[in-house]
């Protein structure tokens, strides 16, 4: 099962989780903690793929303003997140937490994140930032 699992699915995972720390889960929060965890803001693709897998593996929920982190996960992410190496590591801590769980797939729904959706929440993340 660990083989569906990439890096950027890490990635997307530690910066849900960066986010749900300090805000309600909006894109725009997800957008910021990515760039803040690699330095690069995450494109449609990476997202709708990161997304729809975790959300399809029960370990986020996901609607139209939020996307957070279940309860179930959220302490064990949290050891992972807070585990040995630094913020730049976090895509592959984030990594290695879903190859090591044994995440079972409960739904099909995708989640479609569209050019659109992420170049406005890329503008309100970059928008905070000049405040």
């Given at each position: 099962?660990?083989?569906?699992?990439?890096?950027?699915?890490?990635?997307?995972?530690?910066?849900?989780?960066?986010?749900?720390?300090?805000?309600?889960?909006?894109?725009?929060?997800?957008?910021?903690?990515?760039?803040?965890?690699?330095?690069?803001?995450?494109?449609?693709?990476?997202?709708?793929?990161?997304?729809t897998k975790l959300a399809q593996?029960?370990?986020?929920?996901?609607?139209?303003?939020?996307?957070?982190?279940?309860?179930?996960?959220?302490?064990?992410i949290e050891r992972a997140y807070?585990?040995?190496?630094?913020?730049?590591?976090?895509?592959?801590?984030?990594?290695?937490?879903?190859?090591?769980?044994?995440?079972?797939?409960?739904?099909?729904?995708?989640?479609?994140?569209?050019?659109?959706?992420?170049?406005?929440?890329?503008?309100?993340?970059?928008?905070?930032?000049?405040?």
């Amino acid at each position: 099962m660990s083989q569906i699992w990439t890096w950027t699915d890490g990635w997307i995972l530690m910066s849900v989780y960066a986010a749900n720390q300090k805000t309600d889960g909006a894109l725009s929060d997800i957008i910021g903690a990515a760039d803040a965890l690699n330095h690069a803001i995450p494109t449609e693709q990476e997202l709708s793929t990161a997304l729809t897998k975790l959300a399809q593996h029960g370990v986020i929920t996901c609607n139209e303003n939020q996307i957070r982190l279940t309860s179930g996960f959220l302490e064990s992410i949290e050891r992972a997140y807070q585990s040995k190496g630094g913020l730049f590591q976090s895509a592959e801590k984030g990594l290695e937490w879903l190859k090591r769980n044994e995440l079972v797939k409960i739904n099909e729904k995708p989640f479609e994140v569209t050019f659109n959706q992420v170049a406005s929440a890329s503008q309100e993340y970059l928008d905070k930032l000049d405040h």
